[in-house]
């Protein structure tokens, strides 16, 4: 076995050169060079936490906002609603007096048509009394030979036109 | 070993000094440049290059760059699990270890053989894993008297452990404490060593039985060589395992040191 039967004229090369290499390899790239890529992969982490953070952060802000818009909107929606129920009351108010004025004009009217009718029928009544009286009296007079006076004819008709 | 018909499988962990270097000295002590000491350098200059191409440090990261932070990420979720927030620190050091032992596991494995050079993988030493073991175990010790100074002692004497039992526990749970760099670097060279050695074994069968006759050849031959082909992946799977578990058992060791029990 070499590892053994060399030993005598090998431990110290053997020792020397493996100091000298890992003692190249530990500080030149241990501790110089390792440092400096664990601090990349670390800057990098820490980016990447970073930036998440600030995507959670908007995230919120912009939750906030929707909630803050929901709330805006509601608030409109209702003064909204409180107008319009408003301007609607408002308006049936107004219906109602237009309407109220229209129903006593026509109330009005109808009555004066309704006076007028009134009085035309008792001309007409009065003009079929002459008529009456006058046709009465003729028919006395060629039944009877009897002038009838006009007062007479007149009170006849109306106890007939009385009793229908 | 040159006999021809004999393969050595352990010829693979010879160390040959190369370019000449044999005789490079210093205070007294052989530093030859050696195939192991090559495949150290390769690993630590595979793994800067690797490291290099992450260092772009875009904010949407490439490929590469992707694949260094996710190794780091991974060291750093392993010591988060076992250290806590407090292992952080040890980052660098345990990554370093990680990579540089994944990189020797796996620069080893390289088929080179096919290009006429020798592969080497240098956690099959213990000269060289024990380096990193107590390297390991000494900034757990240094760590541990740091943070706690003598109430790092306390560590050999667990929770609720009744008074008349402290002398009996004391020195068991210190000497399972003092044998951690030894399980430690010994554990991986085992497994390197043994991987290594099973398919030098197997490929030998592949040659001397092609070399005994077709029928050979075609049956233990064959036959050996789709079971290396499935052990090849189990050991890169090694390969991967063996450095998490150095880096697994130095992040919980380094827990003892940093939160006692």
Known sequence: ?164 | MAESGKIDPMHQFAIEPLFGTDHLSLGGFNIAFTNSALYMVAAAVVLWIFVVGGMKRELVPGRWQMAVEYMTGFIKSLLIANVGEGGKKYIPYVFSLFMFILLANLLGLLPLGLFGLHPFTFTSHFTATGVLAILSFSIVLAVGFYKHGLHFFSLFVPHGTPLPMIPVIFPIELVSFLVRPFSLGLRLFVAMTAGHVLLKVLAGFVINSANAGVGYGLTVGSASFILMIGISALEVLVAVIQAYVFALLTSVYLNDAENLH
Not at chain 1, 93 to 101: C, S, T
Not at chain 1, 119 to 137: D, F, G, L, Y
């Open chain 1, 1 to 164: 076995m070499p590892q053994i039967a060399q030993i005598a004229e090998t431990y110290a090369s053997q020792i020397f050169w493996m100091l000298l290499t890992f003692g190249f390899v530990f500080f030149v790239i241990g501790l110089g060079m390792v440092p400096k890529v664990q601090a990349t992969a670390d800057a990098r982490d820490a980016k990447i936490t970073g930036d998440l953070d600030a995507a959670k952060a908007a995230f919120a802000r912009a939750d906030e906002a929707e909630a803050d818009y929901r709330a805006r909107d509601a608030e409109n929606r209702a003064a909204v609603q409180a107008t319009l129920a408003r301007a609607k009351a408002e308006a049936a108010k107004v219906a109602e007096g237009q309407l109220a004025a229209a129903d006593a004009e026509i109330a009005s009217r109808i009555g004066a048509a309704e006076a007028r009718i009134q009085a035309a029928s008792q001309a007409a009544m009065a003009e079929i009394e002459t008529v009456a009286a006058e046709a009465a009296r003729d028919m006395v007079a060629r039944i009877s030979g009897v002038q009838a006076s006009d007062e007479a004819a007149r009170n006849a008709v109306k106890a007939a036109l009385a009793h229908g």
